[in-house]
């Protein structure tokens, strides 16, 4: 069974940045997608970024493209969510996720990841 535990989650103030950290425990072999999702007081679960483990392949939601920034530790199991210029909408639960497999057009796909971290608070005042 996969651990995930989310860090690095806090208050900002708009236009701020912030970076979450994912660290995985407990694999025997590596998964092949990791995600990070979202989810406000009473909305669904939101896609936030991807990233193929193999190739690093990145793939965002359209709300935060060209703002946030995922990325992987290249020694260990260890997947970051760089957010930059923070808005008051950005303000959630953050999740870590991870999944062993699955096609290309799933990858931001809450349903189709297997394990979950607790999740991390942020808040961006305004």
């Known amino acids: 069974q996969v651990q995930l535990v989310e860090s690095g989650g806090g208050l900002v103030q708009t236009g701020g940045s912030l970076r979450l950290s994912c660290a995985a425990s407990?694999?025997?072999?590596?998964?092949?997608?990791f995600g990070w999702f979202r989810q406000a007081p009473g909305q669904e679960r939101e896609a936030v970024a991807a990233?193929?483990?193999?190739?690093?392949?990145?793939y965002y939601g359209d709300s935060v493209k060209g703002r946030f920034v995922i990325s992987r530790d290249g020694a260990e199991n260890t997947v970051y969510l760089q957010m930059n210029n923070l808005k008051p909408e950005d303000t959630a639960v953050y999740y870590c996720a991870a999944r062993s497999g699955g096609i290309l057009s799933t990858i931001l796909q809450h349903t189709m990841y297997n394990y979950w971290g607790q999740g991390a608070q942020v808040t961006v005042s305004s």
């Open positions: 407990g694999a025997y072999f590596g998964p092949y997608d």
């Open positions: 990233i193929r483990w193999r190739s690093r392949y990145t």
